[in-house]
């Protein structure tokens, strides 16, 4: 995929904020992720009274990922209610991961980071299979 289409990734992450239910903070996040397939698939936060049940907008834009027919995320770009760059919690971060791998970028405040260098030393699935398979 040679080009990304930043201010589409961005459009429908503000877009997501309009959707979020964001009752206790009233602090909307909206999210989007291009796939590796041309996807587009976004999500927004979802708070709960019980605050650790909240379910923050990358939680929504990997089970949209998922539910459509999987595939790897290569660019995402997350924003508040402001349309402002937000960096995704440390939660976050391992979901993109898991989902997008070390190569995913992300817009950030502070421009366009892969994901090594947002989560350095990331623990993710060969941790488990090197595991199994018994070696280090």
């Known amino acids: 995929m040679s080009t990304i289409d930043w201010d ?6 503000v877009r997501m904020t309009s959707l979020s239910y ?3 903070s009233h602090y909307p996040v909206g999210v989007a992720g291009l796939v590796d397939d041309g996807r587009i698939v ?7 009274a019980a605050y650790g049940a909240t379910l923050c907008a990358e939680c929504g834009m990997v089970s949209q990922l998922a539910a459509t027919g999987g595939g790897r995320l290569v660019a995402v770009s997350c924003v508040d209610g402001h349309g402002t760059s ?4 440390g939660r976050c971060r391992q979901l993109l991961w ?6 995913c970028l992300v ?6 980071r892969t994901m090594a ?9 060969d941790h488990l299979t090197s595991y199994a ?3 280090d």
Do not use: K
């Open 8 to 13: 589409a990734l961005h459009a429908e992450a």
């Open 86 to 89: 937000l960096i995704p919690c």
């Open 98 to 103: 898991e989902h997008g791998g070390p190569e």
């Open 107 to 112: 817009m950030t405040p502070l421009g366009i």
């Open 117 to 125: 260098e947002m989560l350095p030393q990331a623990f993710g699935p």
């Open 22 to 24: 964001a009752a206790y």
């Open 42 to 48: 976004s999500g927004c936060n979802v708070e709960n």
């Open 133 to 135: 398979q018994g070696s």
